[in-house]
């Protein structure tokens, strides 16, 4: 079984930062893409970036582009979040994920259905 642990949340002021990480466990899988979404209350989970596993690739949310940064350690297992300069608006649930199976070179995954892993989330509150 696979696991996708995500640590790193809590309560920030806006402007401030945080990093999020997430650990992967169990048994071996294959990963393309490792996503990082989120939710907030009553709404929809959302794509917020993803990182190519094998040459570190990232590709970002419109609402996220330039304060976020998405990274990897291949060694590890893990994946992060650098998050700056967050914004009440960025409050919501984060939650990491893992696709399994490759797309092409300039394939983008933005969407909940394309990954096969999630994690249980991590909560993330920006207060104003």
């Known amino acids: 079984q696979v696991q996708l642990v995500e640590s790193g949340g809590g309560l920030v002021q806006a402007g401030g930062s945080l990093r999020l990480s997430c650990a992967a466990s169990?048994?071996?899988?294959?990963?393309?893409?490792m996503g990082w979404f989120r939710q907030a209350p009553g709404k929809e989970r959302d794509f917020v970036a993803h990182?190519?596993?094998?040459?570190?690739?990232?590709y970002y949310a419109d609402s996220v582009k330039g304060r976020f940064t998405i990274s990897r350690d291949n060694a590890k297992d893990m994946v992060y979040l650098q998050m700056n300069n967050l914004k009440p608006e960025d409050t919501a649930v984060y939650y990491c994920?893992?696709?399994?199976?490759?797309?092409?070179?300039?394939?983008?995954?933005?969407?909940?259905?394309?990954?096969?892993?999630w994690g249980q989330g991590t909560q993330v509150t920006v207060s104003s």
């Open positions: 994920a893992a696709r399994t199976t490759d797309g092409g070179r300039w394939s983008i995954f933005n969407a909940v259905r394309h990954y096969d892993y």
């Open positions: 990182i190519k596993w094998t040459d570190g690739r990232e």
């Open positions: 169990g048994r071996a899988f294959s990963r393309y893409y």
